[in-house]
């Protein structure tokens, strides 16, 4: 056997019959040696069943039909209709530490495939994988996914659903028998995404229970299944999504799938999300080890197409005032574009708008202490501009047909060289000749016909952005790329490796922002998420709000502000400068903490924490949504804490709802000292809260 573990999961493979099977994955299991690894394979090893073939049923990893696996192949393809079969035999696998490389062929096929399973310390299992085509024929690829079994008390799965302006909404179900797909086919990971899946108990919540994730780090086509088969087995599976015809392997050439992450908690939805936010923050490019997050202003809801350097001077000069650290000019400053139907991919300045082109503005907001950040839109074009009329050849299109517009876009074929080396050239001009720290790149429309000479190419698309945002940075040290599409169309554990921030969606209501946020968060941290405070009325759902509640909302991510601040009232614009040294005087743990989300809120309402990794420091909001069931305000409870450790509990007044809906404030009120286990297993006594406000608590230990 071979058994890689950390502190708290093992995975353990067997070897033999000429392949590998998987044995456990989940808790950590303790050393195992000869007689331990023979029982344990006499204690899994099934029975044959009548109606079945001749074999005992096992997870095997590359689920063979030849083998008598009756599920769902971790491998498709053939060679013009013939080699459709698969048997890999395993040719030689080596441990190192805490990963496992195993090798296998496949003689009749002519197939070598390459799997590596590395167990973080993190508890975060990375798996890639390699198929290589050893013949002198063509083979046509058609899928190469990649499984995990589940215990088979796993009996729900979480995934997420969703569109623009309301990504990532949960769906919590029971696994019934059959496969359950997820699948898209955007051409980008897409705002329906399930950013990562997770099966559980149905006792599993935020803080308790045992949890399984499996996840894409890929921001192009995808597939989830999760398989309930009739002899027992559970499994959860994940890949790349491949059109027809996308992969044909030439003599000699190779597939590299995208990466794949998995991970297991017995600590409920907070310990799969622990264990990512190990993993991404150990990265050695991980964005915080460069520096603190800016908080951010961004222009487009303030302005729309509407640039005005006098106008835009006064935003900035009550930017500076607030302690804005970056501002990012959006759409509508090259080109013809004054409206988002032409003028998309002429990345020129236009003179029509900026006559004296950006030095001058950035000058003055450089002049402030403030960075400046430029928008793009690389991967779109509009028909209605310079560079479609002299390549109409550049986009993606099924020849003899124009695909269907989206926002008056079609899309560009990065993986023709000419447009490639347009936008790459174009962006790098706009770059070299300004001083632009920042790049909020974006993507407005999906791909209904990524064709390129006849083929699909979705797989190149993706690789080629990817290309180019880390050439991008290569010839501008230091440049961060966001990663916007639409808002939160293309958020995944792909586009981290390439991008320094997400804009977590295109909805600024903080009402409908609890959600986006909550969920979003589960695999990704809060350093990557743009979280902005908006309008006073709101863009999208036309509601108003104070501003305690959009701050407190937006402090939980990497912040900033989406609004003319120059329309705020003096109240608004003192909260904005509470706001602002808030988050910089504690970025520092928001960006590092271990995310604490209670189970025990009653009513509707949320409780979100961030607590030190020394248990020293921690910072709580508590969002309530609608009005309370009963007529009494609630208790809510801090966990996450040392419980031996005593704790000031203060509330942040500058942040926190401005009025309540009582006689005399709760007795403890605005501060009180308790443990940690009474803050946990008690609690604090709520004011009774108006329906969308909230609460800042600050606790620190004495």
Known sequence: MIHLSQSRSSII???GDETLSIVHWGKKIGQLNGASEAALTAAVTKPHFHGGLDVSPRNLVL???????????????HRSGTAASNRFVLINTVQKDQTLTAIFEDAIAQLQLEMVYSLTPSDVLLIDA???????????????LYWLPLAEDADQILDFYGHWTKERQPQRRDIGYGLTSREGFEGRSGHDYTITQVALNRSTNFRSGQAWSLAMAWSGNNIHHVEKLIDGHISIGAGEYLLPGEVILKAGESYKAPRALASFSDQGLDGITANHYDWIRSRSNHITKVRPRPLTLNMWEAVYFNHSFEGIKKMVDKAAEIGVERVVLDDGWFGSRRTDNKGLGDWVVSKEVWPEGLQPIIKYINDKGIEFGLWFEGEMVNPDSD??????????????????????????????????????????????????????WDHNRHLSDPISDGRPVVRKQTEAIYRLFDELKRRHPGLEIESCASGGGRVDLGMIEHADRFWTSDMNDPLERQQIQRWTGLVIPPEFLGTHIGPTVGHQMHRTHDISFRAINALFGHAGIEWNVTEADEHETQVLKSYTAFYKANRDLLHSGDVVRSDLVVGDAQLYGTVSRDKKRAIFSYMQLTSVDNFGPLMARFDGLDPAVTYKVSVNESLSAPEYLQKAAPGWWPTVELTGQQLSAIGLQLPMMRPETGLLFEIKAL
Do not use: C, M
């Open 63 to 77: 689920r063979e039909h030849s083998r008598g696996f009756i599920g769902h192949p971790a491998i498709r393809g």
């Open 130 to 144: 390699r198929l290589t085509n050893t013949g002198s024929s063509d083979y046509f690829l058609e899928h190469l």
């Open 387 to 440: 560079l479609y009329r002299a390549h109409p050849d550049w986009i993606l299109q099924e020849p003899g047909r124009i695909p269907v517009q989206g926002r008056w876009q079609q899309v560009l074929d990065l993986t023709k060289e000419g447009a490639y080396n347009h936008v790459l050239n174009q962006v790098d001009a706009v770059l070299t000749e300004n001083n632009i720290a920042y790049i909020k």
């Open 13 to 15: 493979f067997s070897e």
